[in-house]
Structures are given as structure tokens and as C-alpha cells.
């Protein structure tokens, strides 16, 4: 399996090689240049000269390509133009956010969309089973910018003063703050530096941060915050694998070793886990991980109703200021992350079917 | 082989042999209550983008200030017959924040809608088919390059990659639907390249190629006509993919610029006043749904029809 987890990652270089020139290339014909974008009205050419000059951007194309490369594999992800600070350091504190969303997102999909297409798998044509594929087929149809316009609607306005209201922005309640780990426990952490930053990564994960320092009133304020968003993002993956999960039930039922299991008098939740859903896990494991880009590409959408500063809001950002360094390094850390979420689905298959040899 | 279909009517199915495989699947796609009720909001649809001009009350872009007595900003739907004030005018969808009548912009903007979702996968399906017959047929290092550059395009998320691509054409609708058709192709080129890897070895292409049947002729002539089914089904989901996608750039700013009357546009303009006026953002976003419900409906019951194997 290692040999096999090895190879894959091998033949995964060429495609992550792929995706750094294309987006080194592509963010260069964007119309318009990073000067002009970013200084406004005081682009005089003087001013562009020098600030271009600066940023290495005069050099042949190909040469600044190569000291891309030379950067990232040290580890250096560039400094962002408008910004002025470190890549990486943006992506300790934006991705998380993002990743917090994308996981909660996915968990309320899989909670919900699993046990649905189980159980309208069991009762094929029955109230619940209609019930479940016209939701399925509604919830893959709504644009999720207004889904979650219009769960904001409902919760923070229709809902207001009930227990059920919900914040529709923000990650926390203005007045509250999220105490990072390594301040909390006085840890002397240099934050410019590399395990700084994978540290600082840690602590922007709020319901994380939070459970691990018991701040237990930063962890239901965030949690809170999460919900509408997670909600609006994760409905199209919810039906799509409540849908998948369905019909691999569906052929799994019908087998012969179900039929045993039933004959030799297994108890039915025994004979519908144990014996079905087992069987019917793969595909819909390999749904779940095609759910990664829905994810993503949604987050953007998401962050934007939501008012939330993640990795989605500030790459639209970014392409609209010629940020070329955040729209590199972002896209190349989402493109990595991509690449081993689908290692470890095809890993998993193995240890989900044991008949699957590497 | 499970004896299962949605509808048990379906079971009772006797195929008369003379029938056509066309007529087969035609048969079968309308006995899907789902595909019927597909085909008929599409039909409703294409009928209000037709009759547009009949249909709307009001210019879609046209401003109602000063050209109505008693027009409100933004207010809510307003219908004499179910209790509306007499004084009020009527607009049964209420009136947008640019004293525009809302249901008029509804209307025409299912012209658009049809149009960027057919517009959007003909450019995908035209270039997926190139790329994809290419690959498969010629095979070799051409096609590994080609598989490998289209796996390329697959390792960004499917909205960022159109956002990128979009930035560089530049916002508007047209580059819009080529941003989303661009990154739809690989999922056409892999479908055709599957299946002209699935004949390309047959006795009737190689017969073919022995009496010296041009390659062209034998790709379109021999080996496509094995793709089309499994293309139209992939078309259709795509149609309503590329409808909902093209709203969402839309909505984002980067698609139909405004006084456009596309549904994503006219709900991203009024996005801030969910709260204070949610018709102007309920009802854009109800049209996109049920237009995108549709063709997802017919999609399903076109699979299903068209692919034996594929029966749940």
C-alpha cells in the first residue's frame, strides 16, 4: 500500500507541475497590469518602472518562471503585491476558515445524505424514497448563492428571537476574539517562520482552537456562525450523495448475501450495515471525494454572501487586483490539497475492499 | 441484475422487436413521470422566451419613475385581484430598485438563460468532441498529452478556474459561457474518448479502415455515431450546470453586466436587500432553479432511457 501511496503521488507531480505553469502563465495574460491595478491614479511610468523593477516582473518571462519554481520548492511562496506580506502567511490565516467551512459543510452532507439514501434505498417507492429523490433533484438545481441568501433570510430575520435565530455574517460575534493556542499557553513561537506558520494554521482554526483551550463560549459563537454558510454549501454534495448512496444500496440489496444474511436470521440493522452498506461504500466514497471541488468553487460564493475572509473572497480579490503571488500560491495549495484528498480515497479503497490489490 | 425500475410501469414495458432503437428510447423516456414533468417546464420556459415581447407587461429595462403614478421602490408584489389597493399599480412580481417592473425582467430573462445554457455546452461539446475523437482514435503520446493537459484543467475547482479564465477575457456574458465551457471539456473529450476506445478495435472500423475509408469518415462515420447517446444525456445535465454556473458568475459581477435582465445579475444587484425586500432575490433565484430542475429532470430520464445498462 505504501508502494502503491508512493506512486501515486509520483505520477500526481506532473499534473501539480501542470498546474503551477498554468497558473504562472495564465495570471500573466490578465489583461492589465499589476502597476496600474494597484497604485490607481499615482501610475505614473516612473512609479511603474520602479515598482516593476521591484517585483521582478521585467525579467523574461520564462526566467521569472524559473524563479518561481526555484521559490517554491523552498518553501517560499512569494509576497503578495498588494498586500506586502508573505504567501504562506496569508494561507495560515485564510485557509482555515475555508477548511473549517469546506469540513463542516461536508459533514453535514454526509450525516444527512447517507442515512437518506439508506433509508430510501430500504423503502423503495415509499413516501420517504419519493420524498428523498425529488429533494435530491431540488437541491442540485439551486444556485447556492441564493440558497444561502435565503436560509439568511430565514434564519437571522423570519427566525429572530427564537432559539433557532443564526448570525448571517462573520466568524465571530463582533466583541469576542479567538486566543490562538500558543499565545494562550505562552509558547514563544516565531510567527515568520515556517512551524509558526503551521502553527498560526492550527490556532485560525476556531473549533479546533477553541475545544483544545476549553473556550467554550468561542466554540458555540463560531459553531453558530458556521451553520448557515456550512448549510448552503454543503446541500448540492447532501443530494448528490444521498442520491449515489441510494442506488449503490439499491444493487447491494438485491445480492445473494444479503439474502443469506436475511435467511440465517441476522438482525435487519446488522444485515442493512454490516452486510449492505458495507458493499455499496465505495462509490459513494469516490462521490464524496468529487465533492472536494464542488466545495471550493462554492466556498467562493459562500464567503461572499456570508461576509467571510477565506481562501475564496480573497482569490476573487485577487484576480481582480493582479495579485499575481496570492493567485499563485493559493491556487497551487488548493491544486495540492485536491491531489491528496483523491490519494487518500484511492487508498481507501483498498482497505474498504480488500479484494482491491494495489 | 436487479429487476428495479422507478416506476413500476416501466416493468410491464413490451418492446415490439420492430421498433427502432430511436423509438425505444423515445418510448421509454416519455413513461418517466420525472422526465415528463422536466419536459414540461422546458416547454413553459421555451414558451416564455419566445413570447417574451407578448408576455411582459413592461419594457424589461425600461425605468417606471414618472412614467406610473404610485410607483414604490422595490415594493412587493402587488395584484388587484387578490387585495392590492386599486391606487397601487399592479406589478404581480413587484417592482425592482431601479422602479422596474420585476416580472417583465423575469420573463425575458428565460431567453437568456435557455441561451447561455445551449450556447455554453455546444462550445464545450464541439471542442470535448475534437479533443477527445483526437485522442482516442489517434491515440499514442498525442493522446497522453491531451488526457494529461485536460487532468491539468481538472486539478483546479471547476467556479475558480472559470473565474481565472473569465478575468482574463474580461467580465461580460459571452466570455462568461466561454469560461464555463472552457472548463467543461474535459468532461465531454473523456466521455468520447471512451468510446471511441471502445470501437476503435471492432472488425467493422478495421474493415473500414482496410478498404481505405478516409480516418475522418470512419471517426464521424463509424465510430461517433456509438458516442451520441451517451453525449446527449451528458449535454442535457450539462445544460442545466452551465445555466446555474453562468448565473453564479453573473452573480459574482463577472458574467451579464447590468440593465441585463439575467436572473443572476438582477439577484446579485438586489442581494443587500434580502432582507428589506426578498421578492427582488426569492424569485430570480426560483426561475434559475426550476429552469435548471428542468433539464437536470430531462437529463435523468434521458439516461435512463437511452442507456440499458445504466436502469435503477
Known amino acids: 500500500m505504501l508502494r502503491y501511496a508512493l506512486k501515486r503521488i509520483i505520477v500526481a507531480l506532473p499534473v501539480l507541475f501542470g498546474v503551477l505553469a498554468v497558473t504562472f502563465f495564465m495570471v500573466r495574460l490578465i489583461p492589465g497590469d499589476p502597476c496600474t491595478a ?21 525579467k523574461p518571462i520564462l526566467v521569472q518562471f524559473g524563479v518561481y519554481l526555484g521559490d517554491i520548492l523552498r518553501g517560499d511562496f512569494g509576497t503578495s503585491i498588494r498586500l506586502a506580506r508573505p504567501v504562506t502567511q496569508l494561507i495560515a490565516e485564510r485557509l482555515p476558515l475555508t477548511v473549517e467551512l469546506g469540513v463542516f459543510a461536508l459533514l453535514i452532507a454526509m450525516v444527512v445524505g447517507i442515512p437518506m439514501g439508506i433509508i430510501a434505498a430500504l423503502r423503495r417507492n415509499s413516501a420517504v424514497d419519493v420524498l428523498t429523490m425529488v429533494g435530491s433533484n431540488i437541491g442540485v438545481s439551486m444556485p447556492i448563492f441564493w440558497l444561502g441568501l435565503m436560509l439568511a433570510y430565514l434564519f437571522a430575520l423570519l427566525l429572530k428571537g427564537t432559539p433557532l435565530q443564526l448570525p448571517p455574517s462573520g466568524r465571530l460575534t463582533s466583541g469576542l476574539t479567538s486566543v490562538p493556542f500558543y499565545e494562550l499557553w505562552r509558547w514563544p513561537v516565531d510567527l515568520k517562520a515556517g512551524l509558526g506558520q503551521v502553527l498560526q494554521f492550527f490556532g485560525n482554526l476556531y473549533l479546533f482552537n477553541s475545544l483544545l483551550t476549553f473556550q467554550w463560549e468561542i466554540f458555540s459563537d463560531a459553531l453558530r456562525h458556521l451553520v448557515l454558510p456550512a448549510l448552503a454549501l454543503g446541500t448540492i454534495p447532501m443530494a448528490i450523495i444521498a442520491r449515489m448512496t441510494r442506488s449503490a444500496m439499491l444493487e447491494v440489496l438485491g445480492r445473494d448475501y444479503v439474502r443469506t444474511a436475511r435467511a440465517k436470521g441476522l438482525a435487519e440493522l446488522v444485515v442493512t450495515m454490516r452486510h449492505a452498506f458495507r458493499n455499496a461504500l465505495l462509490p459513494v466514497v469516490t462521490i464524496i471525494g468529487l465533492q472536494l471541488g464542488t466545495i471550493f468553487g462554492g466556498a467562493v460564493l459562500t464567503e461572499t454572501i456570508f461576509n467571510l475572509a477565506g481562501v475564496g473572497r480573497i482569490l476573487f480579490d485577487a484576480i481582480n487586483t493582479r495579485d499575481y503571488p496570492i493567485i499563485q500560491g493559493f491556487t497551487l495549495a488548493i491544486a495540492i490539497g485536491y491531489v491528496l484528498v483523491n490519494l487518500l480515497v484511492d487508498i481507501s479503497y483498498g482497505w474498504l475492499d480488500p479484494r482491491i490489490r494495489y | 441484475m436487479t429487476t428495479s425500475t422507478a416506476e413500476p410501469m416501466r416493468l410491464t414495458t413490451s418492446v415490439p422487436s420492430s421498433e427502432g432503437p430511436w423509438r425505444r428510447a423515445g418510448h421509454q423516456f416519455l413513461r418517466q413521470r420525472s422526465a415528463l414533468i422536466g419536459l414540461v417546464v422546458i416547454g413553459l420556459l421555451a414558451f416564455t422566451a419566445l413570447f417574451a415581447p407578448l408576455l411582459a407587461p413592461n419594457d424589461p429595462i425600461g425605468v417606471l419613475l414618472g412614467k406610473e403614478a404610485g410607483i414604490v421602490k422595490r415594493s412587493g408584489p402587488c395584484v388587484h385581484l387578490f387585495g392590492c389597493p386599486a391606487d397601487q399599480p399592479q406589478h404581480i412580481m413587484g417592482v425592482d430598485g431601479n422602479f422596474r417592473d420585476l416580472f417583465s425582467r423575469i420573463i425575458y430573462g428565460a431567453r437568456l438563460s435557455l441561451l447561455t445554457g445551449f450556447v455554453t455546452v455546444s462550445i464545450s461539446l464541439v471542442l470535448g468532441v475534437l479533443l477527445g475523437a483526437v485522442a482516442g482514435y ?62 476503435r478495435e471492432e472488425d467493422y472500423v478495421l474493415a473500414a479502415r482496410a478498404i481505405g475509408v478516409p480516418p475522418v469518415s470512419i471517426l464521424f462515420g463509424h465510430i461517433m455515431p456509438n458516442a451520441v447517446s451517451p453525449l446527449i444525456v451528458q449535454a442535457t445535465l450539462g445544460i442545466g450546470t452551465a445555466i446555474l454556473d453562468v448565473a453564479a458568475l453573473s452573480f459574482l459581477g463577472l458574467g451579464a453586466q447590468p440593465p441585463t435582465p439575467e436572473w443572476g445579475s438582477m439577484l446579485s444587484a438586489e442581494r443587500n436587500q434580502v432582507f428589506t425586500a426578498p421578492h427582488l432575490v426569492f424569485l430570480p433565484g426560483l426561475a434559475i432553479m426550476l429552469t435548471v430542475l428542468g433539464f437536470n429532470l430531462i437529463g435523468d430520464g434521458l439516461r435512463d432511457a437511452l442507456d440499458p445498462r445504466l436502469k435503477r
Open chain 2, 138 to 199: 489517434l491515440g499514442g503520446w498525442l493522446d497522453n498529452l491531451i488526457m494529461r493537459l485536460l487532468d491539468v484543467l481538472l486539478a483546479f475547482p471547476f467556479l475558480l478556474l472559470a473565474i481565472a479564465i473569465v478575468s482574463i477575457l474580461g467580465p461580460g456574458l459571452l466570455n462568461a459561457m466561454l469560461g464555463i465551457a472552457i472548463v467543461s471539456v474535459p468532461a465531454y473529450a473523456r466521455v468520447i474518448r471512451a468510446s471511441v476506445l471502445t470501437v
Open chain 1, 38 to 58: 494597484q497604485l490607481g491614479e499615482k501610475a505614473t511610468p516612473q512609479v511603474c518602472a520602479s515598482f516593476i523593477a521591484a517585483k521582478g516582473l521585467d
